[in-house]
C-alpha cells in the first residue's frame, strides 16, 4: 500500500513529465511479462522515450490540470504510459513494432501536439516513416525524371550509332 505522499509524489512526476512531452501513449499492459518490459523499455530508451506504470487514478488526476485540449481517452484494464520529449514518430514507432511483433500491448490513445488523440490516429503516427526514410524516398522523386531523361536519351545514342 503506497502512502499519500508516494501518491502525491508519483503524480508530481506525472505532471513534470508530462509538461514538455511531444507524444505520450497510453497502453494496456495486459499480460506483459518481466522480460517483455525490459525488452520495451530497452528498446525505448534508444528513442528517449519513458515507459512508465501507475494507477489509473493517479494517472487521471495528473493530467486533470493540463491544458491538453480534447477528451481524455478511455483508460480500461492495467494501463501504463509511454512519453517522449524527442521525436514522436520513433517512439510511437518503437511502440507500434514491439506491438506487432509480440501481439501483447494495446494502445488506448495518446497525447500529440497538446491534444488527446485516439488510438487510430497514434497507429497513424505510428506508420509514418523515420526522416532518413522520407528523405530517401523525395531525392528519388526529385531525381526520377532526371534518370528518365538521360536513359532516354542513352538508348537513343545506341539506335543512332547502330
Given at each position: ?63 486533470e490540470g493540463s491544458n491538453f485540449a480534447g477528451e481524455m481517452p478511455n483508460l480500461e484494464g492495467e494501463t501504463a504510459i509511454v512519453y517522449s520529449e524527442g ?74 550509332q547502330a
Open positions: 500500500m503506497i502512502t499519500k505522499q508516494q501518491k502525491n509524489e508519483i503524480i508530481k512526476d506525472l505532471k513534470d513529465g508530462l509538461k514538455n512531452v511531444s507524444i505520450a501513449m497510453f497502453v494496456n499492459f495486459h499480460g506483459l511479462n518481466v522480460k517483455m518490459v525490459s525488452d520495451l523499455r530497452r528498446l525505448l530508451r534508444q528513442t528517449g522515450s519513458k515507459y512508465f506504470v501507475t494507477r489509473k487514478t493517479l494517472m487521471k488526476k495528473a493530467l521525436d514522436p514518430l520513433s517512439s510511437a514507432s518503437v511502440l507500434n513494432n514491439f506491438i506487432k511483433k509480440n501481439k501483447v500491448l494495446k494502445i488506448l490513445g495518446g497525447i500529440f501536439e497538446n491534444q488527446f488523440i485516439g488510438t487510430d490516429k497514434v497507429v497513424a503516427l505510428a506508420s509514418i516513416p523515420s526522416r532518413e526514410v522520407l528523405l530517401a524516398q523525395m531525392l528519388y522523386v526529385i531525381n526520377s525524371p532526371k534518370r528518365g531523361l538521360v536513359v532516354a536519351l542513352s538508348e537513343i545514342a545506341k539506335k543512332k
